[in-house]
């Protein structure tokens, strides 16, 4: 049935601007556009646009024959079979009953799927493994030199002692050798995986735009995604190369003087926990800071007290005040959804999953929930403390990780204790809590956020410091503020990073933001005329998103 505006009689439109003639049509987005929006529409870098002539856009999808009425084509969708079906079968066939839609909206999703798959294996995840196989020949190529000198030191030992050690010289470089191919054997065995996995992925990506061209419903419908498979990366080699250590020579114990080559140590190493999917890409192109970084949004959320924000998308983030009533807004300040805590108090900490759901705690009802299609679902419940045996745990601030987890700071009811729990789902995976001399890293750990390198950064409110670890918990450094003048004390609330691998924090007394590189040292402050800033977040473009607690507003601020 044809759209009113899509009439013969009436000129076709643009569907950007919905006034002027439309003259082309991108094949990746779907969308029919006049000459001036098409500019526009490939300023969006965000994906690669297809853009050709109207008349030469793709033609009618190829509907398959239904096999039980073959003068049928199966131009309808049974969701609960999960295939193309014809009228017949729906109405009066086996499918009758099922629930039926449009199959051109099931081929309209499937294919942007089929699309950003074949995006993320040619963008993200072949150069990837192409990376790891350039790594491991550099590896092999700086093997050569460093067995080199090692073969060298025991030739200079065998001419020191002359002939009296040269079946142990012999005998030692017999070992080396023998180390240096069973490391080779490694190092072949494992390209040739990586080999075999990058032929996998061709092959891959070429049925993937066979399918695309042949715009076949069947092959649409019945494709899926290997995508979860690749992105975990193959594991990388790491081998501990032997030493030759060696005594002054003393012809009564040459063979203890001679030393002895350490034993040759492989170990596999898994590449964190998983390739970084969507958003996180391998080598995100360097952004150097602005030097006067400036506001390009502002956002009344309507609050008294505004304590956290985080970022849907470059246009949408959630936000949390001092009730229970959770808001997502747009940047002209639209209310589009609001969301009340299932126990009526007020958030401790919000998030957004890889899939754009909403996830918050709740510090007095003990609980981690999500909400997904407005309804709430309660994730993890904590034991609550019942005794003086017990100890309870109370959730506060919550980020997402690159590989899905949630990293969740908790304090003790007694409020003697603190740590951060990594969940997968609803089960707890790591807990981080002591340094390696069994003292505790935190004492009152609240906002936290995960870096691009896997690090995990926390801010302590009782020490106004940002404590940061590693992936498997180890300190790496804690930083309690730059030594430059200031009427306050360093007070360091809401905290996040970029692409650059840059740690944000908000310091709420002295009006401003500070950012550290990777390693914990500082670079700048981000002023903007804040008032108050508490919660931080970042979009996948590097805006800045900063909460003000006094104005209740959120400013996007470009600092990149």
Same mark, same amino acid.
């Given at each position: 049935m044809?759209?009113? !505006?899509?009439?013969?009689?009436d000129v076709l439109?643009?569907?950007?601007?919905?006034t002027? =003639?439309?003259?082309?049509?991108?094949?990746?987005?779907?969308?029919n556009?006049?000459t001036?929006?098409?500019?526009?529409?490939l300023?969006?870098s965000?994906?690669?646009?297809?853009? +050709? =002539?109207?008349?030469?856009?793709?033609?009618?999808?190829?509907? =398959?024959?239904?096999?039980?009425?073959?003068?049928?084509?199966?131009?309808?969708?049974?969701?609960?079979?999960?295939?193309?079906?014809?009228?017949t079968?729906?109405?009066?066939?086996?499918?009758?009953?099922?629930?039926?839609?449009?199959?051109?909206?099931e081929?309209? #999703?499937?294919?942007?799927?089929?699309?950003k798959?074949?995006?993320e294996?040619?963008?993200?995840?072949?150069?990837?493994y192409?990376? +790891?196989?350039?790594?491991v020949?550099?590896e092999?190529?700086?093997?050569?030199?460093?067995?080199?000198?090692?073969?060298? #030191?025991a030739?200079q030992?065998?001419?020191?002692?002359?002939?009296?050690?040269?079946a *142990?010289?012999?005998?030692?470089k017999?070992?080396?050798?023998?180390?240096?191919?069973?490391h080779?054997?490694v190092?072949?065995?494992?390209t040739?995986?990586?080999?075999?996995?990058?032929?996998?992925?061709?092959?891959?990506?070429?049925?993937l735009?066979a +399918?695309?061209e042949?715009n076949d419903?069947?092959?649409?419908?019945?494709y899926?995604?290997?995508?979860?498979?690749?992105?975990?990366?193959?594991?990388?080699?790491?081998?501990?190369l032997?030493?030759?250590?060696?005594?002054?020579?003393?012809?009564?114990?040459?063979?203890?003087?001679?030393?002895?080559?350490?034993?040759?140590?492989?170990?596999?190493?898994?590449?964190?926990?998983?390739?970084?999917?969507?958003e996180?890409?391998?080598s995100?192109?360097?952004?150097?800071?602005?030097?006067e970084?400036?506001?390009?949004?502002?956002?009344?959320?309507g609050?008294?007290?505004l304590?956290?924000?985080?970022?849907?998308?470059?246009?949408?983030?959630?936000? !949390?005040g001092?009730?229970?009533?959770?808001?997502?807004?747009?940047?002209?300040?639209?209310?589009?959804?609001? *969301?009340?805590?299932?126990?009526?108090?007020?958030?401790?900490?919000? #998030?957004?999953? !890889?899939?754009?759901?909403?996830?918050?705690?709740?510090y007095?009802?003990?609980?981690i929930?999500?909400?997904?299609n407005?309804?709430?679902?309660?994730?993890?419940?904590?034991?609550?403390?019942?005794?003086?045996?017990?100890?309870?745990?109370?959730?506060?601030?919550?980020?997402?990780?690159?590989?899905?987890?949630?990293?969740?700071?908790?304090?003790?009811?007694?409020?003697?204790?603190?740590?951060?729990?990594?969940y997968?789902?609803?089960?707890?995976?790591?807990?981080?809590?002591?340094d390696?001399?069994?003292?505790p890293?935190?004492?009152?750990?609240?906002?936290i956020?995960?870096?691009?390198?896997?690090? *995990?950064?926390?801010?302590?409110?009782?020490?106004? #410091?940002v404590?940061v670890?590693n992936?498997?918990?180890?300190?790496?450094?804690?930083?309690?503020?730059?030594?430059?003048?200031?009427?306050?004390?360093?007070?360091?609330?809401?905290?996040?990073?970029?692409?650059?691998?840059?740690?944000?924090?908000?310091?709420?007394?002295?009006?401003?933001?500070?950012?550290?590189?990777?390693?914990?040292?500082?670079?700048r402050?981000?002023?903007c005329?804040? !008032?108050?800033?508490?919660?931080?977040?970042?979009? *996948?473009?590097?805006?800045?998103?900063v909460?003000?607690?006094?104005?209740?507003k959120?400013?996007?601020?470009?600092?990149?």
């Open positions: 044809l759209q009113p !505006r899509r009439s013969a009689q439109l643009c569907d950007s601007c919905e002027a =003639p439309l003259q082309s049509h991108c094949e990746r987005c779907n969308i556009l006049c001036n929006c098409v500019g526009k529409h300023l969006d965000s994906r690669k646009h297809q853009v +050709i =002539p109207f008349i030469e856009r793709s033609s009618t999808p190829n509907y =398959p024959k239904c096999h039980s009425h073959p003068d049928k084509q199966c131009e309808l969708h049974c969701k609960k079979c999960d295939l193309p079906v014809c009228s079968c729906a109405l009066f066939g086996k499918h009758k009953g099922h629930d039926i839609s449009d199959i051109q909206k081929l309209s #999703a499937k294919t942007q799927d089929l699309r798959d074949l995006e294996l040619e963008t993200r995840i072949y150069p990837r192409e990376e +790891i196989v350039s790594d020949q550099t092999k190529a700086e093997l050569e030199r460093k067995y080199g000198k090692l073969t060298t #030191a030739d030992q065998g001419e020191a002692l002359h002939r009296e050690i040269t *142990i010289v012999n005998k030692r017999s070992d080396i050798a023998e180390m240096k191919t069973k080779l054997a190092l072949n065995k494992n040739d995986e990586i080999t075999h996995s990058i032929t996998e992925l061709k092959q891959i990506i070429l049925n735009k +399918i695309l042949s419903v069947s092959l649409i419908s019945t899926k995604s290997r995508n979860a498979e690749f992105r975990r990366l193959p594991p990388k080699v790491q081998v501990t032997p030493s030759l250590s060696a005594q002054k020579i003393n012809t009564e114990q040459l063979r203890e003087m001679f030393g002895s080559l350490s034993p040759l140590s492989i170990n596999t190493e898994e590449q964190g926990y998983i390739m970084k999917s969507a996180a890409v391998s995100p192109p360097v952004k150097p800071l602005l030097d970084p400036r506001v390009t949004a502002t956002i009344d959320t609050y008294s007290r304590y956290g924000v985080s970022c849907v998308s470059e246009e949408q983030v959630w936000t !949390r001092d009730n229970e009533i959770m808001k997502l807004l747009n940047l002209r300040s639209k209310l589009l959804t609001s *969301i009340q805590t299932k126990s009526g108090r007020q958030p401790g900490g919000i #998030a957004v999953t !890889r899939d754009g759901d909403l996830v918050y705690t709740d007095r009802d003990k609980t929930n999500l909400v997904k407005k309804e709430i679902q309660t994730v993890i419940t904590l034991q609550r403390w019942m005794s003086f045996i017990l100890q309870g745990w109370g959730p506060h601030g919550v980020c997402r990780t690159a590989s899905g987890d949630l990293l969740v700071t908790m304090n003790s009811d007694d409020g003697k204790q603190s740590k951060v729990v990594r997968s789902g609803s089960t707890e995976k790591q807990s981080i809590q002591f390696d001399q069994g003292r890293l935190y004492s009152r750990a609240r906002h956020s995960e870096n691009r390198n896997l690090d *995990i950064c926390v801010v302590d409110w009782d020490v106004d #410091a404590v670890v992936q498997s918990g180890k300190l790496r450094f804690r930083y309690t503020g730059h030594p430059s003048n200031t009427k306050q004390s360093f007070t360091p609330v809401g905290i996040t990073t970029d692409s650059q691998s840059h740690i944000l924090t908000a310091d709420y007394r002295n009006h401003r933001i500070h950012i550290l590189d990777q390693d914990g040292q500082f670079l402050y981000i002023h005329d804040l !008032r108050g800033p508490f919660g931080l977040c970042v979009d *996948i473009r590097d805006n800045l998103f909460a003000e607690c006094v104005t209740a959120v400013k996007k601020i470009q600092y990149l």
